[in-house]
Each structure stands twice: as structure tokens, then as C-alpha cells.
């Protein structure tokens, strides 16, 4: 499965972003979709995930109550909607798949990724 990133962009502190994360190859809907991000110099950590068999969703609390994480099987897209954004959003965000039951909160549990999309938040 390959995957695409866009929607990234340059946006003010109270601002809304919709990323998308297309898929190709393979159906997304037998993939776990993650949602990490990246800040300059810094670590690529967890930001939200659907698992694929029972669509339950997982947020890292820095982003629960304004990010929401979703995926449409038919246009075989992932997305993270962003809200009432913050200058400490500010990172490269990546989407990220996996097939395999079990932890889905690291940057390991990954096996598949796209090259990421900026989004740069300024106050």
C-alpha cells in the first residue's frame, strides 16, 4: 500500500486544517491508519489512529477534543481534521498503516508511510 499526505498548510492559532492521507494498492479498509507528526529536530510521535476491524479511535491527549481522525473506504482516504489549532501543532504529520493486530501507538507498530505534509501554525 502506498500513501499520499496533502492538505498541509500555513495557517493562524485558532485556525482549521483537513489533511488527507489517499491510499493506493491496497484497501485501506484491512489497515489501522495512524496519525503522526513530526516537529523540526524533534521525535515523530503519535498523534491519533482507527484501527481497521472495529474502528476504534485513539487520540494522544495534546490533540483530544480537536483533532478527529476519520477514513472513507470508498474513496480509500484517511483524514485528520484539526481544529482550534496551535503554534505547538506546528510539525510535518504523517499517516502511517499497519495490518497486524496489537499496539498501534509507536512509530514501529508502522510498516507503511507517506512522505508528510507541513503544517506550520503561527500565532
Known amino acids: 500500500i502506498q500513501l499520499e499526505e496533502s492538505g498541509g498548510g500555513l495557517v493562524t492559532t485558532g485556525d482549521s486544517l483537513r489533511l488527507s492521507c489517499a491510499a493506493s494498492?491496497?484497501?485501506?479498509?484491512?489497515?489501522?491508519l495512524g496519525w503522526f507528526r513530526q516537529p523540526q529536530g524533534k521525535e515523530r510521535k503519535f498523534v491519533a489512529a482507527?484501527?481497521?476491524?472495529?474502528?476504534?479511535?485513539y487520540y494522544d491527549n495534546s490533540v483530544k477534543g480537536r483533532f478527529t481522525i476519520s477514513r472513507d473506504n470508498a474513496k480509500n482516504t484517511a483524514y485528520l481534521q484539526m481544529n482550534s489549532l496551535k503554534p505547538d501543532d506546528t510539525a510535518v504529520y504523517y499517516c502511517?498503516?499497519?495490518?497486524?493486530?496489537?499496539?498501534?501507538?509507536?512509530?514501529?507498530?508502522?510498516?507503511?508511510w507517506g512522505l508528510g505534509t507541513q503544517v506550520t501554525v503561527v500565532p
Open positions: 502511517g498503516a499497519r495490518q497486524q493486530l496489537g499496539s498501534i501507538l509507536g512509530v514501529q507498530d508502522y510498516d507503511y
Open positions: 494498492g491496497r484497501a485501506i479498509s484491512n489497515y489501522t
Open positions: 482507527m484501527t481497521w476491524y472495529d474502528s476504534i479511535t
